[in-house]
């Protein structure tokens, strides 16, 4: 196992340096990154020529990257993806808007799985009957959903019909603490913890509704297939309990082809957080992703993808290990 581990290490980092090239390659495609300082006044033709020489712009696409890489280990830059045009870091903009995403996403993913496992399993043990039909039509109902669209029905309805969840942002900037407004950073813990709560409701709504889909039917296809393994029916015939098969055969063996899913879940989850991290007015990693694409920060987008990029195979790499602790059967040599 611990050689195995190894391998798969050293080989991610020929395969981040190819993702890292092909994703440059398009991302330069965008243009020219500091095209949007000629709107500010004062700006010139030969100070936007200048900056292009500085950041090695007018050099082949080779030997830009290598010049994007060699400022990922800069002092200089400290580790930052190079500078934004605006003046921070992409490794700082990055830190600072992650930590919104991660909540995000991993509130929506818990959800998601505590929900979808349990109706999967209930719909492959009642197959073709009247839930399991129910369950089908909302899984492809959720599966199909755009998810901008959903987002907006929602805001629409509960935001602005009955008032009742806030249409954007993170947080309000003040709260009502025992009658008084105060500013958010100075309330208590428990009534910013319940206002990030009432602000994340939709979000989260919309990226459950994204995932919950596609994993009720990867649940329910994995365990119909294992309800009719022949295990399963020598457990029924040894008069085992229908609870006992489920949570001592079915769940363990039927789980499996959920690890590949939920270790390739990573990306997907940023890349639906652009979109309701835009429609929200969330200040999140997906919502820097879209202001950088708009605004052609060439090297915020690039550290963005790159991180990504990492998160994936980190993703296959967690649900490798994963099979290997759930599956006593799988041993790596």
């Known amino acids: 196992m611990r050689?195995?581990?190894?391998?798969?290490?050293?080989?991610?980092?020929?395969?981040?340096?190819?993702?890292?090239?092909?994703?440059?390659?398009?991302?330069?495609?965008?243009?020219?990154?500091?095209?949007?300082l000629m709107q500010m006044p004062g700006v010139t033709e030969a100070d936007i020529q200048k900056l292009l020489h500085l950041w090695h712009w007018d050099e082949p696409l080779p030997i830009r990257f290598l010049y994007w890489l060699k400022s990922i280990f800069s002092p200089s830059q400290r580790g930052g993806f190079s500078t934004s045009i605006i003046g921070?870091?992409?490794?700082?903009?990055?830190?600072?808007?992650?930590?919104?995403?991660?909540?995000?996403?991993?509130?929506?993913?818990?959800?998601?799985?505590?929900?979808s496992v349990p109706l999967g399993i209930y719909s492959?043990?009642?197959?073709?009957?009247?839930?399991?039909?129910?369950?089908?039509?909302?899984?492809?109902?959720?599966?199909?959903?755009?998810v901008f669209w959903f987002g907006l029905m929602l805001m629409y309805f509960f935001s602005y019909k009955i008032r009742l969840f806030p249409a954007g942002e993170l947080h309000s900037l003040f709260l009502n603490v025992g009658g008084n407004l105060v500013d958010f950073p100075q309330a208590p813990w428990y009534r910013k913890l319940l206002d990030y709560a009432w602000h994340l409701t939709m979000p989260v709504s919309v990226l459950v509704l994204f995932q919950i889909g596609r994993w009720i039917r990867y649940a329910r296809s994995s365990f119909l297939e294992v309800k009719n393994m022949d295990y399963i029916r020598t457990a029924k015939a040894k008069g085992?309990?229908?609870?006992?098969?489920?949570?001592?055969?079915?769940?363990?063996?039927?789980?499996?082809?959920?690890?590949?899913?939920?270790?390739?879940?990573?990306p997907s989850l940023v890349g639906?957080?652009?979109?309701?991290?835009?429609?929200?007015?969330?200040?999140g990693?997906?919502?820097?992703?879209?202001?950088?694409?708009?605004?052609?920060d060439i090297f915020v987008a690039?550290?963005?993808?790159?991180?990504?990029?990492?998160?994936?195979?980190?993703?296959?790499?967690?649900?490798?290990?994963?099979?290997?602790?759930?599956?006593?059967r799988i041993r790596y040599q």
């Open 3 to 36: 050689n195995y581990l190894i391998r798969r290490l050293i080989i991610l980092i020929p395969v981040l340096f190819i993702i890292s090239f092909v994703s440059f390659a398009l991302v330069s495609a965008m243009g020219n990154p500091f095209a949007s």
């Open 88 to 115: 921070a870091t992409a490794m700082d903009l990055i830190i600072q808007r992650l930590p919104v995403t991660l909540v995000l996403s991993g509130i929506s993913m818990l959800i998601s799985i505590l929900l």
């Open 124 to 146: 492959a043990l009642h197959q073709y009957s009247k839930t399991d039909y129910v369950l089908t039509f909302l899984s492809f109902f959720g599966m199909s959903m755009p």
């Open 240 to 266: 085992l309990s229908e609870k006992k098969i489920i949570y001592k055969h079915m769940l363990r063996n039927g789980i499996l082809p959920l690890v590949t899913l939920f270790g390739l879940s990573f």
């Open 272 to 283: 639906g957080a652009t979109i309701t991290e835009t429609i929200f007015a969330i200040p």
């Open 285 to 296: 990693l997906g919502r820097l992703t879209y202001d950088a694409t708009m605004s052609q």
């Open 302 to 328: 690039m550290g963005v993808i790159l991180f990504l990029s990492i998160f994936t195979l980190l993703g296959n790499f967690i649900a490798d290990i994963l099979y290997a602790l759930l599956d006593p």
